[in-house]
């Protein structure tokens, strides 16, 4: 594979965009696991799909058309988060149907042949183009930039909403703005892992650095580190074994987390039956 890294360029558009999407992610799948925002994190994701269909309905970039419906899906859900004091698993799971049943409806209207859509439900890095990377590229220094600009608001939003209030951050500002990079982050990684397992390298990778810290500084690098390593195994996996890259990525990223997670329960049962009195 490395010789033919060297010779083809979809192979390095490839590399270039899950080190970029793993950049992304590994910043803000912590900000989601600390603030366990993964329902409404999914719910965004999902809508993401009437965004391609309107792309292709449109006949404009299907990313952009991504951007646009997840960043107003963002607002949508932040919106709902502030204003009702209920449960917001059933607004969420709405959006969640809207926008998958909006890009089939999109898609239908499509004059002429269907397109193929598994690349963005189930991922394909090997068909970022350079037209892709571009815009990767911007989001993701968008995501960072955000992140870097206001990283000890958001850290005071993070683990004390309420104190962060009272000492005049405004915390509905970096609520919005939160779900707003969780949609760009969204958009960056739809062609890498797909809409349907988008999930798996938001939340996995942080859920496991966090094992190791509780630094948000280090678990935003581990976290960063581990989907880097997740994204290129993957792709090498995908690659050797001519299978779909999203399903490798995927795969891979859970086994690991069931490894893990095994080998944490053992650890404790250990330690427990290691304790005084037992």
Known sequence: MFKSIMEYQFLQNAIISAILASIACGIIGSIIIEKRL????????????????????????????????????????ATIKRKTQTS???????????????????????????????????GDILTVSRNNLYIIMLLDAVVVFAVAALFHPLKGYLFDEEFST????????IEYLLFILIALTIVVIIHVIGIILIMALLTA???????????????????????IFFTLVGLWISYTLNIPSGAAIALFISLVYAIVSIIKNLMQRKILHNAPGK
Do not use: Q, R
């Open 205 to 227: 990778p942080p859920a496991i650095a966090k094992l190791f810290t509780h630094d948000l500084k280090k678990l935003m690098l581990y976290s960063t580190l581990l989907n």
């Open 38 to 77: 993964v329902m409404m994190s999914g719910g965004i994701a999902h809508t993401a799909f009437g965004g391609i269909g309107l792309g292709y309905f449109l006949g404009i970039e299907p990313i952009i058309g991504a951007l646009f419906i997840t960043v107003c899906a963002a607002m949508g859900i």
């Open 166 to 173: 009272v000492i005049g951050i405004k915390t509905t500002f």
């Open 88 to 122: 917001t698993d059933i607004p969420i799971g709405i959006f969640w149907a809207a926008g998958m049943s909006l890009g089939i409806i999109f898609i239908a209207l499509t004059p002429g042949y269907p397109p193929d859509m598994n690349t963005y439900l189930f």
